[in-house]
């Protein structure tokens, strides 16, 4: 009766605040604690299996749906992420993903009905198996390549301990993820360690170390799909940046990752693709940890961007950043940087101690808006906007 209670509160607050309310879990929190005031106790546990699929990203992902990925697919993706992230069991996490989806009005109560009642590891009974990769005999294939080549669409890859020499290639919606968080450790020199060139890709819990370059050098990620989301991976690379995005209708969501001790930077968006990065640490770069160009769109929250031996933000040549609650600290260079045709939104950051200015318009093209932000100990200043490009509130 409580889980019904609050399902239906959520669905009356998008249909009341609007869909994208989804999309930001503090405020779904507020709103729905109010909504289920008169039942505290009993909706007690339900509001919290909802409240962690919303931090972990579900209401996102579902909102942004590319209707090209059989909902099929992206809800058993969600139900593995929330039970993975959080130990919840399988049932609950069903329940919590169900519940966002109804209320975005992307499946009717029968037909979630099906995918809710599920098999015992999530998954409902037409789905394929998941597939385990184990490099000591006791799993379906003892390498990644081949259990990439075998998986179907929807399928689960279960990666245990151990060293694994890519590079691979991902070309269909499936979910790789390490049974161990960080244990399994995917190295490549070549080219990049993980490919992806699918939609409706999840990644969770990988190890990536992009080794020194042999030829062209490699990325740690290069992704070109839409729906492809990032969670808890841990990636280092001695050659080219951590995380290469590009191409139109390429979106990425990097959830709790460290990008870190790269000889470039730790995320490159270029070429109109859309990053969003949650909770996550860009640190020791080579080059600026987040890079941003090309009519590329960054949306950076709660995360930290620091000690990099460059600069720590830099947006340029028409790409758009959206950087919230974030530390940008310690950097050799300037904390963030804009210029040619470039925009930067700062909210509520805290920009301090970097060896160049804290925030630089490098010329009358740049634009952006600093809000609520505690810029101060740059070396280079504080604000350096010698054309006012940049709306100070």
Same mark, same amino acid.
């Given at each position: 009766?409580?889980?019904?209670?609050?399902?239906? #509160?959520?669905?009356?607050?998008?249909?009341?605040?609007?869909?994208? %309310?989804?999309?930001?879990?503090?405020?779904?929190?507020?709103?729905?604690?109010?909504?289920?005031?008169?039942?505290?106790?009993?909706?007690?546990? =339900?509001?919290?299996?909802?409240?962690?699929?919303?931090?972990?990203?579900?209401?996102?992902?579902?909102?942004?749906?590319?209707?090209?990925?059989?909902?099929?697919?992206?809800?058993?993706?969600?139900?593995?992420?929330?039970?993975?992230?959080?130990?919840?069991?399988?049932?609950?996490?069903?329940?919590?993903?169900?519940?966002?989806?109804? #209320?975005?009005?992307?499946?009717?109560?029968? &037909?979630?009905?099906?995918?809710?009642?599920?098999?015992?590891?999530?998954?409902?009974?037409?789905?394929?198996?998941?597939?385990?990769?184990?490099?000591?005999?006791?799993?379906?294939?003892?390498? %990644?390549?081949?259990?990439?080549?075998?998986?179907?669409?929807?399928?689960?890859?279960?990666?245990?301990?151990?060293?694994?020499?890519?590079?691979?290639?991902?070309?269909?919606?499936?979910?790789?993820?390490?049974?161990?968080?960080?244990?399994?450790?995917?190295?490549?020199?070549?080219?990049?360690?993980?490919?992806?060139?699918?939609?409706?890709?999840?990644?969770?819990?990988?190890?990536?170390?992009?080794?020194?370059?042999?030829?062209?050098?490699?990325?740690?990620?290069?992704?070109?799909?839409?729906?492809?989301?990032?969670?808890?991976?841990?990636?280092?690379?001695?050659?080219? #940046?951590?995380?290469?995005?590009?191409?139109?209708?390429?979106?990425?969501?990097?959830? &709790?990752?460290?990008?870190?001790?790269?000889?470039?930077?730790?995320?490159?968006?270029?070429?109109?693709?859309?990053?969003?990065?949650?909770?996550?640490?860009?640190?020791?770069?080579?080059?600026?940890?987040?890079?941003? &160009?090309?009519?590329?769109?960054?949306?950076?929250?709660?995360?930290?961007?620091?000690?990099?031996?460059?600069?720590?933000?830099?947006?340029?040549?028409?790409?758009?950043?959206?950087?919230?609650?974030?530390?940008?600290?310690?950097?050799?260079?300037?904390?963030?940087?804009?210029?040619?045709?470039?925009?930067?939104?700062?909210?509520?950051?805290?920009?301090?101690?970097?060896?160049?200015?804290?925030?630089?318009? =490098?010329?009358?093209? #740049?634009?952006?808006?600093?809000?609520?932000?505690?810029?101060?100990?740059?070396?280079?200043?504080?604000?350096?906007?010698?054309?006012?490009?940049?709306?100070?509130?």
């Amino acid at each position: 009766m409580s889980d019904r209670i609050v399902r239906e #509160a959520f669905i009356r607050l998008l249909a009341d605040e609007g869909r994208d %309310i989804c999309t930001d879990s503090r405020r779904c929190r507020a709103f729905m604690l109010d909504l289920c005031g008169g039942h505290p106790r009993s909706c007690e546990r =339900w509001l919290n299996v909802l409240d962690m699929a919303l931090v972990d990203g579900v209401g996102r992902t579902l909102f942004e749906w590319n209707r090209n990925i059989p909902f099929e697919v992206v809800f058993l993706q969600q139900v593995d992420l929330v039970h993975t992230l959080r130990a919840m069991d399988t049932a609950a996490a069903r329940w919590a993903v169900g519940t966002v989806a109804l #209320a975005l009005t992307l499946v009717s109560e029968a &037909k979630l009905s099906t995918f809710e009642r599920g098999t015992g590891d999530g998954r409902s009974p037409s789905q394929p198996p998941n597939i385990v990769v184990s490099q000591n005999g006791d799993g379906d294939f003892p390498d %990644i390549g081949p259990a990439l080549e075998a998986a179907s669409p929807g399928t689960r890859i279960i990666v245990r301990r151990g060293r694994y020499r890519g590079p691979y290639d991902i070309r269909a919606p499936v979910r790789l993820e390490a049974q161990d968080i960080h244990a399994a450790v995917i190295e490549a020199s070549d080219r990049a360690c993980l490919l992806v060139a699918s939609d409706g890709v999840a990644l969770c819990g990988l190890s990536m170390r992009a080794l020194p370059e042999t030829g062209e050098g490699c990325f740690g990620f290069d992704i070109r799909g839409s729906d492809v989301s990032i969670e808890s991976c841990d990636v280092t690379s001695s050659s080219l #940046a951590c995380l290469h995005a590009h191409g139109p209708g390429t979106r990425v969501n990097v959830r &709790k990752c460290r990008m870190h001790f790269s000889a470039q930077g730790g995320l490159y968006v270029e070429d109109h693709a859309t990053v969003t990065v949650d909770g996550s640490e860009v640190s020791h770069c080579g080059r600026p940890a987040l890079e941003a &160009k090309d009519s590329a769109t960054l949306q950076v929250t709660d995360s930290s961007v620091i000690d990099g031996s460059s600069g720590g933000v830099m947006v340029t040549d028409g790409a758009r950043a959206r950087i919230n609650r974030c530390e940008i600290a310690r950097n050799a260079g300037g904390g963030v940087g804009v210029g040619d045709h470039g925009y930067v939104e700062l909210a509520d950051c805290s920009v301090h101690d970097n060896q160049g200015p804290g925030v630089a318009a =490098w010329d009358a093209t #740049a634009s952006g808006i600093l809000r609520g932000c505690r810029i101060r100990r740059n070396v280079g200043g504080d604000i350096l906007d010698a054309t006012d490009s940049f709306v100070v509130g």
